[in-house]
């Protein structure tokens, strides 16, 4: 510890860049130790991963072409799928660190770090692959080139600023906001808004669309798949408006951020209000232009009808900062070091021991099931048996392929079932065209109807699902125990003569609202 402290006095950035690996380490032991199978993103993602291009049904490309570089060095198996995600994760703490100590001092960098790893969310994310993985430490890095440029507005700071910004893109378009923020900051910060009005705004701007620019011709090209999948992921159309649906969004977002750090965030907006340190608050106010916009446009898509936790997870970066400000401002000095109040410790360490919980649940998950906490990881378990279980049913009855009325159990089966004899693995299409990449991959081909085996696990599929088969016999059901109280059920069928109805309005008023067990 002694060691530790004298590094920080000599080059703290070489110290926070010492911590950050020991814990990026701790998180790849965590990903090569765990006995628990990918979920079905991450099936999907690695789907992708085998034909590597500029877009994707539902995401941008970047995803895909890390799992690429991972797998073609470690293989398919579930950790090489997963090894970049906690590494991706210390960079972007790492550029949380370069940031506050750019913005503020090496403290509040090496403090913003620190909050950053220990969040829930990130615990997480760090375990698994996922879109925020590769989204948010470009994220960090596009924070702290975009101040740069606003210190000094060099052709080579835009470049850099736009290039992270673009690689966000790329990663999700969740980094849109990105473009919010810089709008907001530079109408708040006169040197914000020298940069971006200089020529070299502009260069940072082209920089953005030229790494972006192969995703757009991509997009073009087909139809704007992942665009209008986005857009339509949005669910703004959808019934549900609730004021009261703030409560809820409130309660993801301590499970995303930390309920004592949400706190400590959601009570700190008042600090800037009358800040009379215009350097402080000059930072301050800079780093809430890219905390609000994600913040208050989930919350307002939650109120509407639904979104997810992590769909705010961009506002977070800054945020982390933001907190350490905050905190060394009130408890802290200019002559000390900072002084984290009880309120930081007391949430930090929360943050540690959840994380920490979920860490031995994670490698253990036998203790998951002693601890009831089976349900959080259904989506990662049981996937080998379902293959297994599958397959012998299709040979038994001479399936010429297997049909399933879900995306996830797709990608499920086609990630387990790569290395066996198992039958062609179907995707029923519930509409008129493709709504998912398992739908548009997956559908039946001429040949595969001779004889199929319908897995269907959502009872409100099955009128429907009877409609597009000539016969359709019941075989039972299947069930797959994903713990000691949950499982994976399905219905079998063995169906022949595939012909796909027309999904009239009057087809689906016909079968609207009817489920069987």
Known sequence: MNALKDLWRRNPTACAALVIAAVVLVRIIVVIA???????????????????DFGYYSKPPLIAWVIAASTAVFGDGEWAIRLFSPVLHGVAAYFLFLLGRKAFDSRIGAWAAAIYLLMP????SSTIMSTDAVLLPAWA???YFLWRFRDSPTMANAVLAGAAIGLAMLGKYAALYLYAGAGLAALIDKDMRKAVLSPAGGVLVIASLIVLGPNIYWNFAN????????ADNANLGEAGFSPLHVFGFLGDQAAVFGPITLLLLLGGFGLIVGRKDKWT??????LLCFILPPLLITMGQEIMSR??????????????????????????????????????????????IVGLIFTVFWISPTLADAARASNSMKGVRGWKETVAELNAKAKEIGATSILVDDRELWHGMDYYGRNTDIAPVRTWLRGDHPRSHAEEAGH???????KVLVASGAGGNRQMIRKDFTTMDELGYLSIPLGPTRERKFKLYAASGYHHQPRTPEFEAMHFDIIED
């Open 34 to 52: 765990t006995p628990l199978e990918i979920g079905p993103d991450e099936a999907q993602y690695w789907r992708w991963s085998r034909t590597l």
């Open 121 to 124: 969310g990130i615990w997480l």
């Open 141 to 143: 890095a596009a924070l």
């Open 223 to 230: 139809n704007f798949a992942t665009v209008s999948h986005t």
């Open 281 to 286: 608050a000059t930072r301050e106010m800079w």
């Open 307 to 352: 979104a997810h936790a992590n769909w705010a997870a961009t506002a977070y970066p800054a945020a982390c900062i933001l907190v350490a400000s905050w905190i060394d401002r009130a408890f802290g000095s200019e002559a000390s070091r900072i002084k984290v109040s009880p309120f930081l410790k007391g949430g930090m360490a929360l943050n540690l």
């Open 444 to 450: 039946l081909q001429p040949g595969d109807d001779v």
